[in-house]
């Protein structure tokens, strides 16, 4: 006789093993009979791939070349497509003459130049500019001509994962360059590329709060989200549902892209890790075009390296499952002073409170930093600026974030610093604040996601190792602030800092306790701040200017390294790419970490022998180079091919 348990049994089964989800946009999928009339988008298969190390076509396929696709290629690929493929023109061509001169449009655009929606929502640009070429600025009456530099050539709208399918599949079996660009606001470049097909995963905005979510050791709120959906639109989404979601500070940063791929810091960092740590599920579409789920379960070692193993790299993601929290709210303050010794009684004053003591604001600067770790060891952060403003006058801005924590607690936790900050340097920066209302971190669900645009800003971060502070001898933290101070007084940078802890304790499940860990940089775990120093890349440079640029930088990089290996050498060594400088030498080292690296690779070798996702310091990236005419470093105006070693 049957026990009537069984089929319960199957079903709870069932019932449990929730992952997996899948959004309506994603059941659209490529079949393999629509790839039998149009061999283009076939399917590939990573056995019969050829091997690694070998060369069998040395340049992506180039426009105008003879191995590019011909005209009737791309006209069947957009009927696969169903009409989603696009050829677009730079914004900016409206200001040329040609077809598309328009002047009513090159004016309006002009004035629209500064709102980040407007180039967010256009299929070929990207925030920073500098990679492009600028071979199309945007300028009334613009001398020369406009081409399309580093942006691509032609751009699929993705709403659906058959478009994802589709384009992945064209470009392998065609040897066109592929790109993914989602927000475009990556620093280096990695969104962008010359006689490339791009995907653009702008418009895919799927949004699901999942209130009962279990996987592994996982069992509470999730929210599913498409690969489209920006910070802001996620904060809205959180103040709707009323729960919590690590997301990026920055309002128009994609909330699952470069983000998520690579590491991703925000306000709750220090209570509950980065942005792949909250990573459940993963749907992506892979280099041999299949549409996979990955999670804890299956694809393991997927799993392991699409969280921190870098964007552009293992496929395209589609959408992925985050971890949700109660709503929670935080208490945020400034800290600010400026020196500037040139005031004087007779001149009238440029900001009247600014000191005049050069060497007490220096040291009032260095307690500030010094300080973080009492700010962190709460579950908060420190988000900093110091900034050069000519002469010997210089502007420190902070502003410290503490989520969960009572007015009155807060005072306290600052109580000492200003203390110090008022008697000992003499810096008059007042009482502590005082029954600061907390705010709800999700906010009122009505942000716009404003923001500036271009940001041709350039970063160069490091991790600092946590031990610096930690260290009994003063000597390590005196020469690490030397350090900072000499890229600030000397170098001229912009020094930003945000101090945080995303260890391995706040991580959690499935970062530890063998869910069986992430890809992300080691260094992560052990650092106490993430340091960059800044500075814009001017607009119109050549490639010397930029190259002499790029090493005075990597210089002031160094000394921070070599202070780091004199006093932390235990300590893993690394930088955040997102905002790191894509001029990095050391970029496997500083990027991944070597033992992580080597890991990376094989991956790579194994789910894309092809190499058909590529970008400028991922995983694999060593294998190719974009030749450019003028040989500005690291510009995307150029060719795509293999770098050969000379025997
Ligand atoms: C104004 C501003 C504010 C910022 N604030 C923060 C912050 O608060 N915290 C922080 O950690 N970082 C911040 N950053 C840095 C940010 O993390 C990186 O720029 C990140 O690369 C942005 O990812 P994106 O997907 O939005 O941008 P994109 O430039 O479109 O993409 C970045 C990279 O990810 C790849 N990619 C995008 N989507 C996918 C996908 N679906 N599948 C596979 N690969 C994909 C792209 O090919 C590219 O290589 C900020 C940057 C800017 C410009
Ligand atoms: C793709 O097809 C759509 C609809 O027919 C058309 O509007 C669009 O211009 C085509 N794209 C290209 C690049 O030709
Ligand atoms: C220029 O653009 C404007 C605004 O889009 C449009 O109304 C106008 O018709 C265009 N002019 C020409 C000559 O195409
Ligand atoms: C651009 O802005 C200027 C000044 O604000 C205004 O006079 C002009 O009409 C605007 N042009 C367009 C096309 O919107
Ligand atoms: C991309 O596709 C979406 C959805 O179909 C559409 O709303 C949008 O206008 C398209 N964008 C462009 C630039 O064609
Ligand atoms: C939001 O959630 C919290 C805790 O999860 C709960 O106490 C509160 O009542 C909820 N608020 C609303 C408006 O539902
Ligand atoms: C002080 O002010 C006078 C008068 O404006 C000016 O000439 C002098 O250079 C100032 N001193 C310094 C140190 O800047
Ligand atoms: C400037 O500040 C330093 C350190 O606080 C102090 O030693 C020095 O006397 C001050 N100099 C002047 C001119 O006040
Ligand atoms: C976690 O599991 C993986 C395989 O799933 C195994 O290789 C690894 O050694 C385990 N790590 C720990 C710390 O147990």
Redesign the pocket.
Known sequence: MRTPSTPLVLLLITVVKVTGKVFPFESVQLTESETTDFRAVAFGNTEAAPPWSSITQRCRAWPGSRAWPSESDWEQLNITLGGSLLRPLPAASACYQGESYNQ?????L???SSRTHFWIDEPLSTLTQWPQGSTCPLTLDPPGTCTKGGFPEYVVNATTVKHVQAAVNFARNKNVRLVIKNTGHDFGGRSMGAGSLSIWVHNLKDFEFIPEYNVGRYSGMAVQVGAGVESWEHFNHMAANNITVVAPGGGTVGAVGGWVTVAGHGSLTSKYGLGADQVLSINVVTADGQFLTVDPNTHKDLWWALRGGGPSTFGVITSVVLKAYPPISTIRSSLAFTVDPSLNDTRPPQDPNALTNLTSFWYGVSLAYHYCPKIIGAGGYCFSYITPLGGSSFRFTSSQIVPDISSSDYTALLQPLYAELNTVHRIPVGAPPANTRPTLYAGDGRRTGAGDFPVNTRYRSRLFPASLWDNPDQAAWAATFAAIRAGVEEGGYTFHGIAYSPTLEKAGWPTTDNGSGSAVHPAWRTTALHGSFMEVQPEGIGAAEATVRDRKASEYLARLDAVFEEFANDAPRGAYMNEGDPAEEEWQTMFYGDKNYARLLDIKKKWDPWGVFWARTTVGGERWEVNTEDGYPMSQNGRLCRVVTKK
Do not use: A, P, S, V
């Open positions: 009513t449009t090159c004016e309006w002009i004035n629209q």
